[in-house]
C-alpha cells in the first residue's frame, strides 16, 4: 500500500483540524469567562469561523486532491460546501446569541456543538468513501440530538429530543444494514469503486438493490422526506428556535450534500433504476409536505412541513441528475443556497418575534405590520421566495431544479412541482395575511409595566432583556438584512453563485461539462 | 453433519429463541438477560466466521458493558411498565415488519453469495480498484495477502487508511459526552 503519500498533503485538512481547536478553545473559554461575560462566546466563534473561511478559500482555492488513499477528496465542490457551512454557521451563532442568552443555560458548550457540527458537515461534503461519510453524519446527527434537546427544562424539548434520538438512531441502523448489504455484494465502499462495479454488474443481485433501496430510506430518514418524515414536526417545534433553523437549514444542506456526491460518483451508472424511485418519493414528499401545511396553526410547525416540502424540490433534483448535464447538480445547490437565505430570513424573523414575545402560533402575528414593520417585510419577502415568486432566490432556484426535471424527460414531475409550489403559496399568504391585515390583539406592549422600558439601545442580548421586549436587537436586524439581500441576489443575480456551482458540479460530475 | 454444523445450529435456534424472548417477555429485567444469551451467540457467529476481533469485541463491548448498563437502568428506574401499552397503530406495526422481513428473507434466500463474491475478486482482478484494504468479508484463499483480514492489519487500517474516521469518532464520543453533561448539569 501507499505508506508515503498519508501525510504528504496535510495541509488540505488545516480549516478542519483548526474548526475543532476552535472548538475546544470555545470550551476552554467558557471554563475561565464569569456567567454574565458568555457572550463572549458567541464572539470568539464568530471570528474563528470568520478567519477559517478567509484560510479555506485562500488555501484550497483549485485544489483537486485526494487524502487518505480516496476517503475524502478536497476539490471544488468540498470547497463551495465548506464555505457554505461555514457562513451558514456565522449566521446561526449571531441569530443565536439574544436567544441563548435569554433562554437557554450553558451556552459554551452550544456554540461549541454548532462548531463541531460544522465540522461534521464539511467532511460529509468532501467524503468519498460511504463509511467516513457515515461517520461524519453521525457527528453532525449527534450533536443536533444535544441541541435539540437545549432547553431541558422546556417538555416540549424534551419530547423532541428523545423522538429525535430515537428516529435518528433508527434511521441510522436502516443505513448502517444498507451499507453492509452494499459491501457484503459488492467487497467495495469507495464512491469510485462503487461506481465501477456498478457499471460492470450488468444483472445485479437482489441484495445489492435492496442495500441500494435501504440507504435511500436511511437517508430519507436523515431529511425528512415523505414517508419517512414524522418526526420532523414535532422536533422542529419542541427544539429551541435557532436549532430549528439550523435543522431546517444546516441538517439539510448537510444530508443534500453528501447525497449529491452519492448518487453522483457512485451511483450514477444504475440511474435508470433508481431514478423512478426517487422522482416517486420527490413527489410524495412535495404533495404531502404541502397539504399538510396547510393545517398547520404553529409558525415552526408550518415551517417543518414547508421545509418537507422543499425536500421534495430538491429530491427532484436528485431524480433529474445526468452524467452529461450541470443542470441538475447545479440546481440542488443553488436551491440549497437560496432556501437557506430565505428560510433563515423568516427564521430570524420568528426568532427575533419570540424574544419580544414569546409566542410563536400563526394567529400571534397579527397585527405584526403595524408594530414592527421591517420584521414583518422580511419575513414576507422569505415567504413569498419560498413558494417561489420572481425576484426572489425561490423562483429562479425552482426554475433550475424543474428545468433539470424537464430535461430528463420528468415532465410529470416537474408539473407537480409547479402545482405544489401553487400550494405553497397559500399557506405563507395565510401567514403574510395575518402580519398585513389582522389588526393585532392589542395586548403586547400594554400589560409591559412602562418602567420595563429602556430608552437605551440594549447591548445586544441577555444582559438588556426588558429592553429587547419592544423592539428587536440591532444584531438580529443586521442578520435579518443580510438575509433578505442574499434572497434578492440569489433571485436577480445569481451568476456568480452559478459560476462556482458549474466547478463544484465539474469536480462530481467529470462528465457533465457545462 | 460436520461439527461446525452443529455448532452453527445450537448457535442459530439458540439466538432465535432468546431474540424471541427478549420480545415477547413481559418481565423487562429477564429480557434484558435473554438480551445477553443473543450478544453471545452473535458473538459464536462471529468466531465461526474467522472475525475473531469482532467477536470479542462483541462480548466485551456488547454482552459486558451495554448489557450491565441496560440492568443498572432497569434497577434504577422506579416503574418499570409490564409490556407495551396496546395502540390502535398496532396493525400497521404487525404488517410493515412482516413485509420488510419477508423482502428480506426473499433476497437472502435469492441472492447467489458465491457468485457475487467470484465477481468481485473478478473486479478486484480486472479493474483498477481505488480501495487496497478491506475489512472482513474476504474469501478463505485471499486471506493473509490483504492486511485488514488479520488484528494487526485491523489496528493499522485504523491508523493509516481509516485515521479520519476514526478520528470523527473520538469527536462523536466528545459531543456525546459534552451532550450528556449539559443535559444532566443542573444549571
Redesign the interface.
Known sequence: ?P?TN?TSNLHLLLPEFLL?TLAFAV?AIDLLLPANRKKLLAWVSVAGLIGLLALALALLWGENEE??????KVDSYALFFKSFFILLGIFIILSSVDYVGKHL??PG?YY??IL?SV??MN?MAASR?I??AY??L??MS??F??MV??A?YNPRSNEA?IKYVLIGAFSSAILLFGISML????????F??IS??LA??GDA???LW?GLALILVGLGFKVAAVPFHMWAPDVYQGAPLPVTAYLAVGSKAAAFALMLRLFAEAFMPSIDDWQIIVAIIAAITMTVGNLVAIAQHNIKRLLAYSSIGQVGFLLVGIAALSETSPLASNGVMLHIVGYSFTNLAVFVGIIAFFNMTGKEEIADFSGLADRHPFLAAAMAIGMFSLAGLPFFAGFTTKFYLFTAAANEGLLWLAGLAIVNSLISLYYYQVEIRHMYIQPAPDMEGKLEPASAHNPHPPPVGGGAEDASRHSPTPLIIGVLILMVLGTFFVGVYPFPIVEALDAATSAILPGAGS | MAFQEVIFWVLAVSSVAAALGVVLLRDIFRAALLLVVVFLAVAGFFVMMNAEFLAVVQVLIYAGAIAILIIFAIMLTREVQQGNLPNRLQPAAVLFPVLLLA??V???V????N???D??RE??DN?E??????IG?IPDEMRGDI?GSDRSGLGELLI??????FE??S??LL??I??A???V?E?
Open positions: 500500500m505508506e498519508l475543532a470550551f487524502m487518505y488513499g480516496g476517503l475524502i443555560s450553558h458548550e461549541g456543538l463541531f465540522l461534521a467532511v468513501e463509511l467516513t461517520v461524519a453521525e457527528l449527534f450533536s440530538y444535544i434537546s437545549y431541558r429530543g459491501y457484503s455484494t459488492i467487497g467495495v465502499t469507495h469510485a469503486d465501477a462495479t460492470n454488474a443481485s437482489p441484495a435492496v | 423482502a428480506l426473499f433476497v437472502a435469492d441472492t447467489d453469495w457468485l457475487l463474491q465477481q468481485s473486479l478486484q479493474v480498484v481505488v480501495q487496497t484494504h478491506t468479508g492486511p493509516n487508511d481509516f485515521v479520519l474516521p470523527i469518532a469527536m462523536l459531543a456525546a459534552i451532550g453533561l449539559v443535559l448539569r444549571r
